[in-house]
């Protein structure tokens, strides 16, 4: 079927042209089937289950006009059942989340997105069967009763008949709302997903919105020509979607694409030839390819002159490009006996309503372009005419035939492209939709008692429940951190409050321990101890739990808050002559249990990581008069000052450190903080912008447990051998320190590279 344009006989260059690829990522190949080796099985949390049957049917009640013949109310409490279900799905889906983490597998969270996506589209299907079955009863009620109201049944059998011929419209449209729904809550539930598996995990933001999904028949007539475009479907059907994607291919292979896929082959593209079709899955990618007029509007809007210059020759090679590949593919339809397809299709819309039924959308457009037809469908409607209560002249088609024929080229070549970008659309959405059908077919939702028993025992059960249907028990601690925040000079500090008369006790409350326990909780973080000046806090995670396993995270967004804390309460201590504070921050991960003792009711904890926080809370004095002569950009800086060899003789920390205003994390906190969330290298782009060359900065987006999100940024920077007695640098050594960084700049360039707004 090779109609390509002797236009296109000598290779096309698009090496001018930004065409996107697109490979969709969908795949439940890495989990474990369930107890009939064929089928996922999941167990889906009964609420929404029930509040999903109750939103379907309120819908198909709504659209399908039947709420006083059925004499429910259900229609009307619309709002707090659709509040309801979005509630559950944000839930259900941020619980899968957590569980996708804790298993570290993202296609886990994508198995819950199939079954919500089934759940909905099954509700709807039984709610309309029920829906159908309850006018039926009422029907039969009426010709039963005695004292019959014929207008009554009348009223029925009409509104049954119209609910069974518009049977896909109200599928499709209450389906249609529940899925806007779920992938509105899905949109929130996003920023947790890349949070923990970064931007590449979350699936395109139309794949489940796709109208084919609602639909029962992926060809019909009505959805395609109101979504799309009406496509044959026979055999012989020049138009047919097969046809025209063949078509597509053997145009694209006139070009160079297939040379510029062949170098991304070399860049683990495992097939040149299939990505043509894949260059069809992006919509733009049409209008990047063909439309000249855009290009040309762009070209008509730079400014004069020597600015605008260099971008007029960029778009004026675009736009040539575009135009002979506009013409090319406007022969190759012409060639293929397509463009007088193409031009009656968009008259189609307007005469469907006129002539079907009795007619087809099919025959309708039958009639407008192949001329063997028309005498058949003509004496259709001729012998039709009497059951219709409209006059069925075929005078409306042939206008529309003469129409056509006087259409200019350049408005056909107009409708070409519209029917292009629709063509593409299709293409895009039935590829997603083959992905959710076979996902859908595989995940298992209808499981008796006995088989989920039988999965649960053997590990092959996927919960995804709410919150309060899992089963609550106090789990064990399987690691914690400590926070240990420590107030630098606080001896002089109250020695001067206390001889000025004021009141160092009440200046600490006020300032700085007052205001941790008010935001602490956001972090899940508890007091363990104030001593005097200084304050330790605790965070546990506990075995099960995955949504509570961001304990460095929150610790490091705990300790951020801390200083920023401090920093407010120094901004009104300096407007009324008070001491200001200054802090040194150590955050310590364990991966252990920690011990605990009582005191009376007190309960105390016994840790190693408690000294370990000490340690990195700490400034040397010597250090700290050295450092700020030289006011360097960071508030942490560590140094070796003993040889490796007397550092592996003890497991005591040796290392000297300033930490005024800073927050260290140890080298186990920052490996566990990787597989908490996803850290994103922060690249600078010239030695000027970047804060300290040679040091590395991650930065990443922390949940809260309100359900924000904190952006942090972490510096990775080597610790340097000095000599003992002068403090000078002697050499680097192969170990590293973390800082939690406050620099301003950094989290500018942090929301930039994550496109995430400071809490």
């Known amino acids: 079927m090779s109609v390509i344009s002797n236009f296109l006989s000598r290779q096309t260059s698009l090496s001018d042209l930004p065409i ?182 979350l699936l395109p933001a139309d794949f489940f919105c796709n109208p084919l999904v609602y639909a029962q028949n992926t060809d019909d007539d009505r959805l395609l020509l109101h979504t799309y475009v009406l496509l044959g479907y026979r055999f012989e059907d020049s138009d047919s979607y097969e046809r025209l994607m063949t078509l597509v291919d053997e145009f694209l292979q006139k070009t160079d694409l297939p040379g510029i896929l062949e170098i991304n082959k070399e860049n683990g593209d495992p097939d040149p030839a299939a990505s043509l079709s894949r260059i069809w899955l992006v919509p733009e990618n049409v209008d990047i390819l063909f439309d000249d007029a855009k290009t040309e509007l762009q070209v008509s809007r730079l400014p004069a002159g020597k600015p605008g210059r260099e971008e007029r020759r960029r778009l004026c090679r675009r736009r040539r490009t575009q135009r002979r590949m506009i013409r090319s593919i406007y022969r190759s339809f012409h060639r293929a006996g397509l463009l007088n397809r193409v031009a009656a299709g968009f008259e189609v819309q307007s005469l469907v309503e006129e002539f079907c039924p009795p007619l087809s959308s099919q025959q309708v457009l039958r009639f407008l372009v192949e001329p063997s037809t028309r005498k058949k469908i003509t004496a259709q409607l001729n012998r039709l005419r009497g059951f219709y209560d409209r006059p069925l002249s075929v005078s409306s088609l042939n206008k529309a035939i003469r129409h056509i024929r006087s259409l200019p080229k350049a408005k056909v070549r107009e409708r070409l492209l519209v029917f292009l970008r629709a063509l593409s659309r299709y293409h895009r959405d039935l590829t997603h939709y083959r992905l959710i059908k076979a996902g859908m077919d595989a995940a298992n939702l209808d499981l008796d008692e006995r088989a989920l028993l039988l999965s649960r025992e053997n590990r092959t059960l996927y919960d995804f429940l709410l919150p309060d249907e899992q089963v609550k028990e106090e789990q064990p601690i399987i690691s914690h951190v400590i926070i240990k925040a420590d107030v630098r000079g606080s001896t002089d500090l109250t020695y001067r409050m206390r001889s000025e008369q004021l009141n160092p006790a009440s200046f600490f409350s006020i300032n700085l321990f007052d205001p ?140 000297l450190r300033y930490n005024v205003n800073g927050i260290e994390l140890n080298a186990g906190g920052f490996s566990k903080l990787s597989a908490e969330i996803n850290l994103v290298p922060l690249r600078f782009s010239a030695a000027a912008e970047a804060p300290d060359a040679g040091h590395r900065f991650f930065a990443g987006r922390l949940p809260l447990v309100s359900g924000r999100y904190q952006t942090i940024v972490i510096r990775e920077a080597p610790v340097f051998r000095v000599a003992p007695d002068t403090l000078q640098v002697i050499g680097k050594t192969t170990d590293h320190y973390y800082e939690v960084c406050t620099h301003p700049r950094l989290y500018e360039k942090a929301e930039q590279v994550l496109g995430a707004k400071e809490v």
């Open 20 to 201: 996107c690829d697109y490979r969709p990522e969908f795949s439940l190949n890495r989990l474990v089937l369930g107890v009939d080796n064929i089928h996922f099985d999941v167990h889906l949390s009964p609420q929404l289950r029930r509040t999903s049957e109750r939103a379907a049917f309120c819908l198909m009640v709504r659209h399908s006009g039947v709420q006083a013949l059925l004499q429910t109310e259900e229609a009307g409490k619309w709002k707090p059942i659709r509040e309801a279900f979005k509630d559950q799905c944000r839930r259900v889906m941020a619980a899968a989340v957590h569980k996708a983490k804790s298993k570290q597998e993202i296609q886990i969270d994508y198995l819950c997105q199939i079954a919500i996506a089934k759940l909905i589209k099954t509700a709807v299907e039984t709610q309309y069967e029920k829906t159908i079955e309850r006018l039926e009863k009422e029907l039969r009620s009426y010709e039963l009763s005695h004292r019959q109201d014929l207008a009554a049944c009348v009223a029925i059998k009409e509104k049954l008949s119209w609910v069974r011929l518009h049977c896909g419209d109200l599928i499709r449209d209450a389906a249609a709302v529940l899925f806007d729904l779920a992938a509105e809550e899905g949109k929130e539930v996003n920023e947790l997903r890349e949070a923990n598996f970064g931007g590449d995990a």
């Open 516 to 655: 941790i326990t008010e935001v602490q909780f956001d972090y899940d973080a508890t007091k363990e101890f104030i001593e005097g000046d200084a304050l330790i806090l605790s965070i546990f995670e506990q075995k099960d739990t995955p949504e509570g396993w961001y304990s460095v995270g929150r610790a490091c967004g705990l300790a951020i808050r801390i200083l920023q804390i401090v920093a407010q309460s120094n901004i009104k201590s300096r407007k009324h002559r008070l001491p200001t504070l200054e802090l040194g921050i150590g955050i310590c991960y364990s991966e252990s249990t920690p011990a605990f003792l009582f005191d009376g009711s007190s309960r105390i904890m016994i840790s190693p990581a408690i000294n370990r926080a000490d340690r990195l809370s700490g400034c040397d004095k010597s250090l700290r008069k050295l450092i700020e002569k030289r006011n360097l950009p960071f508030h942490l800086y560590v140094f070796q000052t003993v040889s490796e060899k007397e550092r592996a003789q003890t497991a005591d920390d040796l290392l």
